[in-house]
């Protein structure tokens, strides 16, 4: 990529020539003569130079931004293809979690997959449901397995049930209840819960990491709905009405290698029949 764009970007996010200057490894006169050169090739200022070393980016400046931004992903994407372009017995498989199936299944099914096929490489991506299934439509990923059932555009993403979940309630009632991140399967779920018993918390904390959420339970902070599959054998929990038996989905781009998918869906569905 554009040396003097990757510079504008790290410029951009710091707002800090030397703070710039520091993170890519040069000197901050070379940062500055970099700016300088791209708002020559553009004509056009890309940012308002301020007292005490203070930046601020132009509508120009904001503009770029967002496309450089693009060019860098289409950029790391290109260069990913072309290394993979040439090899015949290589593939890059990119698959996304979402955090609970990421918290029990990653492991065990990256060690099977790497004895399985042993010259793919894997690229894992853990985010919560409807970021891996964006993901997926948009092709970053070919597959992924997911909490929450999804609408989708099945010319352009498949999807099908690999495998039920309970979810139970533990925690200590102090009127606080914390609540995994806006488009997570926990957070649908637990809205649902809030709705059917009529219940409205006194405080919310909401974390996007279940690891994050037991240490507060255990720390006596509050309630929270969660997997009971993440739980440690020891733990109390109160189990829910069948409402919250929820599905477990695979999801795969349309256009995914159908005998890929075939052997890693086997493989997945393997794994989670221990867990499940």
Do not use: C
Not at 123 to 129: C, D, G, K, L, R
Not at 180 to 190: A, D, F, K, Q
């Amino acid at each position: 990529m554009n040396t003097n764009l990757e510079t504008f970007i790290s410029v951009y996010e710091s707002r800090n020539f030397s703070i710039a200057a520091k993170e890519l490894f040069v000197t901050q006169p070379t940062v500055s003569v970099r700016i300088e050169q791209l708002e020559k090739e553009l004509a056009t200022p890309l940012f308002v130079r301020k007292y005490r070393q203070e930046i601020v980016p132009t509508k120009a400046g904001e503009l770029l931004y967002k496309k450089a931004i693009q060019i860098r992903e289409l950029w790391q994407e290109t260069q990913t293809e072309m290394r993979y372009a040439e090899a015949s017995n290589r593939r890059l498989i990119r698959i996304g979690f979402s955090q609970t199936l990421a918290m029990t299944t990653v492991t065990d099914f990256l060690v099977q997959a790497r004895a399985k096929y042993p010259t793919d490489d894997w690229e894992v991506t853990v985010a919560n449901s409807e970021a891996i299934s964006h993901l997926i439509a948009n092709r970053k990923l070919e597959m992924g397995l997911v909490e929450k059932p999804i609408v989708t555009d099945t010319s352009v993403v498949k999807r099908k049930s690999i495998a039920t979940d309970q979810l139970v309630r533990i925690g200590q009632p102090t009127g606080t209840w914390i609540i995994r991140e806006p488009g997570s399967g926990i957070e649908h779920y637990t809205n649902l819960f809030f709705s059917e018993y009529d219940l409205i918390p006194a405080h919310t904390i909401v974390l996007n990491r279940n690891d994050l959420i037991l240490n507060l339970v255990t720390a006596g902070v509050g309630e929270t709905i969660i997997s009971r599959s993440v739980l440690p054998k020891s733990w109390d929990f109160t189990e829910l009405n069948p409402h919250f038996q929820r599905s477990l989905y695979f999801m795969s781009a349309a256009d995914t290698d159908k005998h890929l998918l075939g052997n890693v869906f086997e493989l997945l569905q393997e794994i989670i029949a221990t867990i499940y």
